[in-house]
Each structure stands twice: as C-alpha cells, then as structure tokens.
C-alpha cells in the first residue's frame, strides 16, 4: 500500500480543483452581474463545462486504476464514513455539475459551443419549465459544492496542522 497518491491523480486533483474553484466562481458573477461581459463568461463557463466533464471521467478512470492511501490511523469510524462519503459525494456531484448544466442549455435551445471546436446540440423546442428545473439543480447542486469544496479544504488542513498526519502531503 503506498502512503501517496500516484502523480497522475495529484495533477489530476489539482488540475480539477483549479478548473472548479474558476468555474463556480465565474457562475457565481454570472448570477450576480447584468455586466456585458457576463455573456462571454457564460460561453467560457460553458466550453470549461464541457471539459470538465470529459476530465471527470479520466479522472475516474484514473481513480479505479491506481491504488490510494489508506486512510491515517486513529480516526473514529464516523470520521472515516464522512471522508469516504463526502470523497463520493465530490465525485457525484463533478459528474452531475455538467450534466445539469447541458441539460439546462439544452431544453432552453441553446446549443453549447466548445471554444470554436465543435458544438453540442439543443433541443429543437424549448421546454421552458424543464430549462427551470435543470438551473434550479444546477445552482443548488453548485451551493452543495461550495460547502463540499470548503469542508474538504478544512480536512486537509485540520490533517496538516492539527493532527500533523500525511493527509495532505500524499496530495502534494
């Protein structure tokens, strides 16, 4: 068993984590802002989405493929549930971020266009009451990873500096 992650999913994790730190900070001055700006932010926000999606997957992938450090002795069994869970939960919600985001665009008739390299389609009528539900998630589903996102920052660094184990070195 080995005490680090492999060098493939540390790039991987920080790559993500700065993709997802920009993007749920580009949505949240996208809700905030009527700015003329905010439509070119909603295209990168939009072409980022997509990227981020096929980056979950390899990082899936990666996740499957590569053997992770045990967890550090001493931790009672809730807190071990609530690292495994909230590691499951920050994946869940990796994957369904994009997809709500699509569908949003989708049923709103938008297609979603990649950085000039290709274009996701939109459904051909707009569903304006799916379109509702799908931002409702999307926002809902970014608040639930802001918490998760803070949570897991605080771990990591409770792990650092309180309980002095390797949790976070394994990540750097």
């Known amino acids: 068993m080995t ?15 700065a ?9 949240l001055l996208m809700v905030r802002s ?8 909603l295209t990168i926000h939009k072409g980022f989405g997509v990227v981020a999606a096929v980056l979950v997957v390899v990082r899936l992938v990666i996740r499957l493929a590569f053997s992770v450090p045990p967890l ?18 920050l994946y869940a919600l990796m ?7 699509y569908l949003m665009q989708y049923l709103a008739g938008r ?35 802001i918490a998760l996102v803070i949570m897991h920052v605080g771990a990591a660094l409770h792990h650092h ?5 390797d949790v976070l070195k394994s990540m750097l």
């Open 34 to 41: 009527l700015e003329p700006w905010q439509l070119s932010l």
């Open 111 to 145: 297609p979603v266009e990649v950085f000039g390299l290709f274009r996701l389609p939109a459904a051909l009528s707009v569903d304006i009451e799916g379109y509702a539900i799908f931002r409702e998630m999307h926002g809902w589903l970014a608040i639930v990873l």
């Open 3 to 17: 005490n680090r992650f492999s060098l493939t999913m540390r790039i991987m994790h920080w790559a993500m984590a």
């Open 95 to 101: 994957v369904l971020m994009p997809i709500s985001g």
């Open 161 to 165: 500096f309180i309980r002095k184990d």
């Open 19 to 27: 993709l997802l730190i920009s993007m749920l900070a580009a949505g």
């Open 72 to 89: 550090p002795q001493g931790l009672s069994r809730l807190q071990a549930s609530v690292a495994k869970l909230s590691h499951g939960l």
